[in-house]
């Protein structure tokens, strides 16, 4: 199903090294640009005396947007093996850290790139991974003596609400699986003075 994606659950920590480098990765399910900060800063000030931070992530569903970011590493030697295992793993919403600590010894371009890899695999090995559905967003507006028959309509479905007004005239908005929005608006359509809308800012 082209709605059907997959992302890690909790965060793992993997390890490895080669000729006294170690490389130590972390994983995690992130969603936006400040929970890519926020992680990143945390082992920045964890791990303060290492020589690089290089990550990858790749985050969204219908929409996805990626990066990987060498720190200091010679071009495409770091961020690019460790985006290569995310996407190996058909994973979104996941961002694998590899923080290394230098041995002394250059591991050269294809060292590099097998010990990023290397690393950024054992994190993800590691991982629970869940399925997620990209969704749309809709409101439903109705006024107040339907509210019960429009939240019966609803009650077939699992919706993801993000605002519910009870008024005179009531609307609610939420998130619905793309492929459950046809049937919810054919259920809706039959209810008198009811407006079903599909907004903008679907995910």
Do not use: W
């Not at 082992?43 to 790749?58: E, F, G, N, P, V």
């Not at 967003?137 to 019960?148: D, N």
């Not at 919706?159 to 005239?169: G, I, M, P, S």
């Amino acid at each position: 199903m082209i709605n059907e994606f997959q992302t890690i659950v909790h965060p793992t920590e993997g390890f490895y090294k080669e000729k006294g480098s170690k490389f130590l990765s972390f994983a995690y399910h992130v969603k936006t640009e400040d929970d890519i900060k926020a992680h990143l800063e945390a082992l920045r000030k964890q791990y303060y005396d290492a020589r690089h931070h290089c990550y990858a992530y790749i985050i969204g569903l219908k929409e996805q947007a990626y990066r990987a970011n060498d720190d200091g590493e010679p071009n495409h030697s770091a961020g690019d093996p460790i985006l290569g295992q995310i996407r190996s793993k058909e994973l979104t919403n996941c961002m694998v850290v590899v923080v290394r600590y230098f041995g002394g010894t250059k591991l050269g371009v294809g060292g590099l790139i097998s010990a990023y890899k290397i690393a950024a695999e054992d994190a993800l090995n590691k991982v629970e991974v869940v399925k997620i559905y990209s969704q749309t967003r809709f409101s439903i507006s109705f006024g107040y003596e339907q509210t019960s028959e429009v939240e019966g309509a609803l009650a077939e479905f699992d919706v993801d609400y993000e605002d519910k007004v009870y008024t005179a005239d009531c609307q609610f908005v939420g998130l619905l699986r793309d492929e459950d929005v046809p049937v919810l608006a054919e259920k809706v359509s039959l209810l008198k003075g009811v407006d079903f809308q599909v907004l903008q800012g679907s995910i």
